[in-house]
Each structure stands twice: as structure tokens, then as C-alpha cells.
């Protein structure tokens, strides 16, 4: 008989040690780049009124999980619906564990996919972290990049006045002065740039993510071609936006340096220090199943 997956909501969520989790995901990707884990390209489905479906699959056989997280984005007059879930199977017993409400999961992967980049790319020595946004997934930055760079100094900087306290962190009204600092995490929902790349030192750092935005991109694409481009997984980069849009004034995916797959295991060629670095997150369902199986070996069900 097959078990029934247990519903496992935001507020079931254990505490997350944010080391742990980053090294779940490095083992997730050396298992992708050994051939022991499959990542296909997401699939997305069209819905009325302009939303969508995305469906990201994965197959982890060092784990012996296999997960799909489904994303719906349904527009609305009062503001986008956006929900995820993400189910979670045991390859070894072909039984689902757990569905798993992917909201947190999904801003925890994103910090920890970030994290896992920083640690891969940034200088040993990086002082200074501009983490640029002030929302949940810009605080949850914070810690998943102490984690990596713990001796570093951290500032945030917001687009608005705000009056948000950080812990350690200095919290700075405007992004204009993120651009001086080693590494600069965007960590915005834009659909335009943020910052100015090209004002960014050589060898520093930028890392962006993904987002439900039509069009999203933290920096001009126009740029990528000034600088040192590095993804999660450049097989899965076919429709990720500044991508795209710079494809359209002559760059081409191709002059990607590397994927997180290669720098896990060394066969990316490093950053040449002559350029500013510019990791692009794309978010995919190894990520998310990498995370969650961490939350469901903490919760006893594997």
C-alpha cells in the first residue's frame, strides 16, 4: 500500500542551520554534474488573463529523491497570486513523503543558491556585502551569506526610507553606494535595472535571482557582455530574460563561463579578474528538492 505524503505547511518548517543547507545544495549539484541527478528545463503553461503554470522536475539518485515543484501565477486586480508546491518522493519505495508548501522553501533556496555562488565566486577575502532589497528574501540573505563570508561587513540598501532594524547590518536609504562593495546580492522583484554594472569594481561580485516579474532583470542586459557571466545550470538558461534580451545586442549564452555543476567540481574556469562577476540565478527544482529534503530528514520522514 502507498503511504499518504504528509502536508507539511510554512509553519511546519523547521529551523534551518543555513551551512547545512548550502551544503545540501553543493552535494545536490556535484550529484548533477557525476550524472547521479537530472535537471530538465522547466515547463510552463499558459493560463487565462495571462498567468502561468511552472513545473520544475529533478531527479536526485545519490538522495534517492525525486521532486516536482509546481508554481502557479495567476494575475488579479488586487495584485498577482503566487503559490508553490513542491512534492517530494522516495525513488527507493516509488512512495510520495511530502507536499510541501513551497513559499518559505523558496526564499530559503534562493538565499542558499545565492550563498553556494558567493562561496564559489567571491573572493576569499570579500569585506564588504551590498545586499540590495528589504524584503523577506533580502533578509534571509543575511544569514545564508554570514554563513559563507561570516567575517565580512553587511549593509542593506533600500529604495525606500525604511525604518528596518538588521541585527549587524548597517540598513542604507539608496543603492547607488551597493556598487563599492565586493559582493553585491540583488535581491529585488525589478523588472528594470537596479544598479549600474559598469560602475562595479573588477573581480567584484553581483548575484540576481529570478522572479515572477514579465521581463525580469536586476542589471542591463545590454552589460553582460562586460562581464564575467556564471549561472546556476546553463542548460536551463533558454528563457531566463537578461538572457534573452542580450542575445538581442550580440552576446550569446555560449560566452557563460560556468554553472554551478563546474564549480562544485573545479571544471569551470575562475573568474579572470579583470571584470566585474555577474551570477544570474535561475531557480530550479533541484534547489527546491535539495532543501526540502533537508526539512524532511530533520522532520523524520526519510
Known sequence: MTSTPRIISVTDIPALDPATVVDALRESFRALATGRAVQPTQTV???DGGGDIISYPTLDLDAGIYAVKLSPYIPRSEGALVTAWTLLFDVTRGEPIALIDSKALTTLRTAATTALAVDLLASPDASTIAIVGSGAVARTHVDYLRAVRPSAQLRMHTRTPTELEVPGVEVVHGVEGATDADVIALCTSAAAAVIDASQVAPGALITSLSTNAPGA????????????????????????PDFTAAQATGWSVDR???????????TSPAPSGTRPVFFRSIGLGIEDAAIAGVVTRLLGLR
Open 45 to 47: 503553461l499558459g493560463l
Open 217 to 240: 532583470h536586476e542589471i542591463d542586459p545590454a552589460l553582460l557582455g562586460d562581464l564575467d557571466v556564471y549561472t546556476d545550470y546553463r542548460a536551463s538558461t533558454g528563457a531566463v
Open 256 to 266: 557563460i563561463l560556468g554553472d554551478l555543476p563546474e564549480l562544485v567540481t573545479g
